[in-house]
C-alpha cells in the first residue's frame, strides 16, 4: 500500500512535474477537494488525515520516496481525506494529466502506483474511512440500494441501523431528521440527503464533477457493464476519446455476480464487483471517462454527430457510439411483488445480501447459470439451507454441467422441480414464502424470509425509441442478422453492408446482452465491446 519508490523511479518521475518545497501544516490536498495532484515526497514528510468535525485522525505518514492517492486520483473524484506537510521538505508535484500520460508509458511505475491506489481504496472501504455516513435499516430496499451505489462504485461508508443501534436517535436529532426519513445519506458530515436517489448521491460527492459533457467525442459508450467496459479499455488503450455513461454504478449484470468462474484466467473465481473495479480503473489508467448515475433517456438518431439525451444534464455528443445497456431481470408473477424486493426479494446474491440471511432458509428461483452460482455461493455461507425452486423438470437443459454436479452434491441445497412461487407474506419484511409443486398442485407455505430471484433478463432498449432495428424480443439486431428488408426500412444510406456488431445505423455499435443473438456470458460481452471499437476506428477513418 505504501512502497518506497527508488532513485531511478523518482529520477523518471521528476522530468514530469517540479521539485518544490513544503512548509510545516501546508495543505497538500484537502479532503472534499477534487484530486487533481499528484505528490512524491523527496524529503521531510506528509501525512495522511481523516478529519471529523473537530476530531482528527492521522491514518497514515508518506515519507522520503512515498506518494500520495488512490483510485480518485485517476477519475479526479474529490478526495475523502486531507493530506498535509508534517515536517518542512521537499516534493514533486505533478498534475493528473501528467500523472495519467506517466502511467500509460511507463509500466514499472504504473504497477506500483495502480497497486498502490487500489489497495488504498479497498483500505479505506473496509475501514468504512468515508465521508459518507448511511443510516438505514437492512429491511429496506432503499438502504440496500444505496449500499450497492456506493459499495460498486468503491466508494467507502459507515453504516448506522436504525433498528439495531441506540445512539442513532441523538444523530437523527443532531441532523433534524425523522426515523421515517430514513435511509439518510449524509454527505462530507454537512449534507443530509433523506432516501436519495444515486444521481443525488453522485452529485453530493462530486462523481462527475471533472467531466466535460460538451465536447465532441470520437466514441460515447452507454451502459458500462463487462461489454462497455472493454469497449473503453479498448478505445482509450488505442487513443479514442471515450466517454461512457452509465444509468447506476460500473460493472452491470457482472457486478452482482458473487463468483465467476468461468472467466478465462481466473482458475478459482473473481467475484464481480472486484472484476468491475480493475476494468473501471484500467479505463480510467487510458484516460476514458465515466458519467456515473447519469443514464442516455434518448437517440438522437437523425443526427450526425449522433447525439444522446443524458438523464437531467447537456446532450453529449460524438462520432461513434456503442451500446452496451444490457438487459433487466424478469420479475416473479406475484401481485405484492414489489413491497418485498429488497426487503427480502433480491435479483443478485453478493456478500451484501448473504449477510443479511446468515443462519437462515432461503429460496432461490430459476434454473440457469446464474441460479446455480447464487445457490451454490448462498449454500457455501452461513445460510441454513437454499431452496431452489425450478419451474422445468429439470436443470440439464439450461446449465453448464459443473454447476448441475456441485447443486447434487451439495447437501444445504435442496432441489425442488416443477415449482413456482405463488405467495409472499410479511410487513414492513417478507416473512413466508407459498409455493406450489404443479405435479401434484399442492401448495407448502414456509417460514422463509429470503427469494433470490434469477430468472434472466429483458433487453434495456427503451430508450432508443426504435431508433435501430430491433429483432421480436427487443434485442438489437447486428451486422449479418439484418436482413435486406431491415436495411431497407432502416433507410441504410451506404453502399456497404453493416460491419460485425453495427446496427441498422452507421457507426452505431450494439454489444453485450443488449444484442440480438448474444451469448449472456462476462467473456463474450467482453469479447464484443473489445471488437466493436476495431469497427469504430474504420467508421472514423471514413
Ligand atoms: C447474478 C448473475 C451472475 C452471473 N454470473 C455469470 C458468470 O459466472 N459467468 C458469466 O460468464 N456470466 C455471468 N452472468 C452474465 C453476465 O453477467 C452478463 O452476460 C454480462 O454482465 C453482460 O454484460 P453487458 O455489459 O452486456 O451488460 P450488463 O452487465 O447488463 O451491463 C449493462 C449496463 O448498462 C447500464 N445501462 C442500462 N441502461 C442504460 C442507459 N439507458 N444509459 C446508461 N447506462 C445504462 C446498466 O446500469 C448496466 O450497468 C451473470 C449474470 C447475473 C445477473
Not at 16 to 37: F, K, N
Not at 460 to 482: A, Q, S
Request: proline content about 3%; charged content about 25%.
Amino acid at each position: 500500500m505504501f512502497p518506497i519508490l527508488t532513485r531511478a523511479q523518482i529520477e523518471r518521475i521528476a522530468p514530469h512535474g517540479r521539485r518544490r518545497q513544503i512548509q510545516r501544516g501546508e495543505i497538500l490536498i484537502e479532503a472534499g477537494e477534487q484530486i487533481t495532484r499528484f505528490f512524491v515526497v523527496t524529503a521531510g514528510e506528509a501525512e495522511v488525515v481523516r478529519r471529523s468535525g473537530a476530531k482528527e485522525e492521522i491514518v497514515a505518514v508518506e515519507r522520503a520516496g512515498q506518494f500520495t492517492g488512490d483510485t480518485h486520483m485517476l477519475s479526479g473524484r474529490p478526495s475523502v481525506l486531507q493530506i498535509r506537510a508534517k515536517e518542512p521538505g521537499e516534493v514533486i508535484e505533478l498534475d493528473r494529466e501528467r500523472l495519467l500520460a506517466l502511467i500509460q508509458t511507463d509500466s514499472e511505475l504504473s504497477e506500483i502506483l495502480l497497486r498502490a491506489f487500489i489497495l488504498r481504496r479497498a483500505g479505506l472501504i473496509a475501514e468504512g474511512f468515508g465521508d459518507v455516513l448511511l443510516v438505514g435499516s437492512n429491511h429496506s430496499q432503499g438502504t440496500l440500494r444505496i449500499k450497492e451505489f456506493l459499495t460498486r462504485n468503491g466508494h467507502p461508508y459507515s453504516y448506522i441501523d436504525v433498528e439495531r443501534d441506540s445512539a442513532v436517535q441523538d444523530l437523527l436529532t443532531r441532523f433534524r431528521v425523522g426515523v421515517k426519513d430514513v435511509p439518510v445519506v449524509i454527505c462530507r458530515g454537512e449534507n443530509v440527503l433523506r432516501n436519495p436517489t444515486n444521481r443525488q448521491i453522485a452529485d453530493c460527492l462530486g462523481f462527475n464533477e471533472a467531466i466535460d459533457q460538451t465536447e465532441i467525442r470520437d466514441l460515447v459508450v452507454i451502459g458500462a457493464g463487462p461489454s462497455g467496459l472493454a469497449a473503453a479499455v479498448y478505445g482509450a488503450s488505442e487513443g479514442l476519446d471515450v466517454l461512457v455513461l452509465e444509468t447506476n454504478a460500473p460493472g452491470g449484470q457482472a457486478g452482482l455476480s458473487s463468483r465467476i468462474e468461468n472467466y478465462l484466467g481466473f482458475p478459482t473465481g473473481i467475484s464481480g464487483q472486484d472484476l468491475a473495479t480493475a476494468a473501471y480503473t484500467q479505463a480510467q489508467k487510458f484516460g476514458a471517462q465515466m458519467l456515473i448515475a447519469r443514464g442516455a433517456t434518448k437517440l438522437m438518431c437523425d443526427q450526425t454527430p449522433y447525439a444522446v439525451a443524458v438523464d437531467s444534464g447537456p446532450r453529449v455528443r460524438a462520432r461513434a457510439l456503442i451500446i452496451a445497456t444490457g438487459a433487466e431481470y424478469r420479475r416473479l408473477a406475484v401481485e405484492n411483488l414489489s413491497r418485498f424486493e429488497g426487503a427480502g426479494v433480491y435479483y443478485g446474491a453478493t456478500f451484501v445480501e448473504a449477510q443479511l440471511c446468515g443462519g437462515e432458509e432461503v429460496v432461490v428461483v430459476g434454473g440457469a447459470n446464474s441460479a446455480g452460482q447464487a445457490a451454490v455461493f448462498l449454500a457455501g455461507q452461513s445460510v441454513k439451507r437454499v431452496h431452489m425452486l425450478v419451474r422445468g423438470e429439470g436443470l440439464t437443459k439450461s446449465m453448464s454441467r459443473y454447476l448441475i454436479r456441485r447443486i447434487e452434491e451439495n447437501p444445504a441445497i435442496v432441489l425442488r422441480t416443477c415449482t413456482e412461487i405463488v405467495g409472499l407474506e410479511g410487513n414492513d419484511h417478507l416473512r413466508r414464502v407459498r409455493w406450489r409443486e404443479n405435479r401434484s398442485g399442492n401448495i407448502e407455505t414456509h417460514d422463509i424470509g429470503h427469494v433470490f430471484v434469477m430468472l434472466g433478463a429483458i433487453p434495456n432498449t427503451r430508450w432508443l425509441d426504435r431508433c435501430v432495428v430491433l429483432d421480436e424480443k427487443e434485442f438489437i439486431k447486428t451486422g449479418p442478422d439484418l436482413s435486406a428488408e431491415d436495411l431497407r426500412a432502416a433507410h441504410w444510406p451506404l453502399t456497404r453492408a453493416p460491419y460485425l456488431l453495427e446496427t441498422s445505423l452507421p457507426g452505431i455499435f450494439a454489444v453485450g446482452d443488449v444484442r440480438s443473438g448474444n451469448i449472456k456470458r462476462v467473456a463474450s460481452a467482453v469479447g464484443e465491446g473489445s471488437i466493436a471499437v476495431a469497427f469504430v476506428h474504420q467508421v472514423l477513418r471514413s
